[in-house]
Nanobody
Framework: VRLVESGGGLVQAGGSLRLSCAASGRTFSSYNMGWFRQAPGTEREFVAAIKWISINTYYADSVKGRFTISRDNAKNTVYLQMNSLKPEDTAVYYC?????????????????WGQGTHVTVSS
């Protein structure tokens, strides 16, 4: 599957952005999907994930209550609504398809990464 992220940009602290991840392929609705981020000099970290049926969502503690993951299977797209942004949210954000039944927060449990979209939050 090919994934293409969009929606990143520069925003002031307290602002909002909505990231999109468009997927190719006719079986997108069966994928569990995740968002990760990576700031310069740090490891890629889990942000949020959503099961294929959308009932179950998972969040990192650092974004819980501020970010919302959702999906539109008819559009083959997963979204990340980011509110109350903080300077520490600055990173490249990636979406990925979950590969197996393992933990949603582990990078190696995902494949088919997108190219990433840059988010910069100014103070």
């Amino acid at each position: 599957v090919r994934l293409v992220e969009s929606g990143g940009g520069l925003v002031q602290a307290g602002g909002s952005l909505r990231l999109s991840c468009a997927a190719s392929g006719r079986t997108f609705s069966s994928y569990n999907m995740g968002w990760f981020r990576q700031a310069p000099g740090t490891e890629r970290e889990f942000v949020a994930a959503i099961k294929w049926i959308s009932i179950n969502t998972y969040y990192a503690d650092s974004v819980k209550g501020r970010f919302t993951i959702s999906r539109d299977n008819a559009k083959n797209t997963v979204y990340l609504q980011m509110n109350s942004l903080k300077p520490e949210d600055t990173a490249v954000y990636y979406c990925a398809r979950k590969l197996n039944s393992g933990s949603y927060s582990i990078v190696s449990n995902y494949d088919s990464w997108g190219q990433g979209t840059h988010v910069t939050v100014s103070s």
